[in-house]
């Protein structure tokens, strides 16, 4: 294994619960009393209470600490990679809405430098290849706040070469961040959204989650992943009142394609070496010259999660907006192309 990708044992993520014959009699008692009312309660010794599944110890929170009164009506985000680039953005128009904000990152002290310290706003360390991060910071976030209203899986890294040169180290490395980070995130929050019965599940995909696109063939694996989990999970949630939706932004003006976060391949083929030099020469010129302002896309975020029902999908942008329109053509080729032969295929009865 060259990547810890923050994958807990099944033990780990479900500790053995005292069996109810086991339970003293004064709490089996009380269990049967407060269990309807209470939304998430235990003991030290690991006994749970108010829920018919089991809880991890870890995610025990106490609820409703922040001054409640002032977070009636108010919305609680939750935001991954909130030290830059479309994060800050995020972050930056969900105060201005008068939501609070959990601004989650690797470096969280960035996001005090940022914003400063403010009783709305809660910046605290996840890495989300990590389920422990991910667990301690939705804790921190219920503890703080009291609810999660929304989630957007933000965070994301970008690793460019053809598929040959990029080593299983990266492959993994990149999966790790880009599909399995936000189901860690999602899997530590959607306890918390079922008991309350709502909430906003919002991925940031790309349009390579659209079309895949030469020396981009992992990162376009990351978030085709990231969609086709998403768009089943849509489903799977609903019935808890839980909305979710895919956003796929084009080029916006980030420090996606900055030095420091482009990440090369570790292989070098000498049959790719023409075309990957002159794709790294194409990537190192879009730094700063990407079209799309992000704050505009925060903006835009704000407006499409206060709708009712949120959209599925937001095409982001209008190279984007190309890209789906160019999927949906290339579609209906491909199915007209062999529609007899595709029709052709069940049993003759």
């Known amino acids: 294994m060259c990547f810890r990708t923050g994958f807990v044992s099944a ?11 086991e339970l003293p009699k004064w709490a089996v008692q009380l269990n049967r009393l407060i269990a309807p009312a209470l939304p998430l309660c235990s003991l030290d010794n690991g006994v749970h209470f108010g829920h018919s599944e089991p809880v991890p110890v870890r995610r025990r929170v106490r609820m409703g600490t ?9 919305q609680v985000w ?3 990679g909130a030290a830059r680039g479309m994060g800050t953005s995020f972050v930056k128009a969900a105060l201005a809405e008068g939501h609070a904000v959990v601004a989650t990152g690797r470096r969280p002290e960035e996001v005090t430098q940022t914003f400063g310290t403010r009783d709305d706003l809660l910046a605290i360390r996840l890495d ?86 030469e020396y981009s063939s992992v990162y376009a694996a990351s978030k085709f992943g990231l969609e086709g989990w998403m768009g089943a999970l849509a489903q799977e949630v609903a019935p808890f009142g839980i909305r979710t939706t895919i956003v796929n932004p084009g080029f916006f003006r980030t420090g996606l394609a900055s030095p420091e976060s482009l990440i090369w391949p570790e292989i070098a083929i000498d049959d790719y070496a023409e075309r990957s030099a002159a794709q790294r020469l194409w990537w190192q010129a879009q730094d ?50 062999h529609r007899e032969l595709s029709s052709s295929l069940s049993f003759e009865d």
């Open 66 to 74: 922040y001054k409640e009164t002032e977070m009636a009506g108010r």
């Open 11 to 21: 033990s780990e993520k479900n500790p053995v619960q005292a069996p109810r014959s």
């Open 78 to 80: 939750l935001i991954t």
């Open 288 to 337: 700063g010259q990407q079209a799309g302002d992000p704050d505009k896309l925060a903006r835009a975020l704000m407006t499409i999660a206060a709708e009712d029902p949120p959209p599925q999908r937001f095409i982001a942008g209008p190279d984007v907006l190309a890209l789906a329109e160019r999927k949906i053509a290339e579609l209906q080729r491909q199915l007209e192309a």
């Open 128 to 213: 989300v290849t990590s389920t422990e991060d991910a667990d301690a910071a939705v804790a921190a976030a219920v503890e703080r706040f009291g609810h999660v209203d929304v989630a957007v899986n933000n965070a994301g890294a970008s690793f460019k070469g053809y598929f040959e040169e990029m080593s299983p180290c990266q492959v993994e490395q990149q999966l790790a961040t880009n599909l399995i980070g936000p189901m860690n995130v999602t899997r530590a929050v959607l306890p918390v959204m079922r008991r309350q019965r709502s909430g906003h599940l919002i991925a940031i995909s790309s349009g390579a989650g659209l079309l895949g696109f």
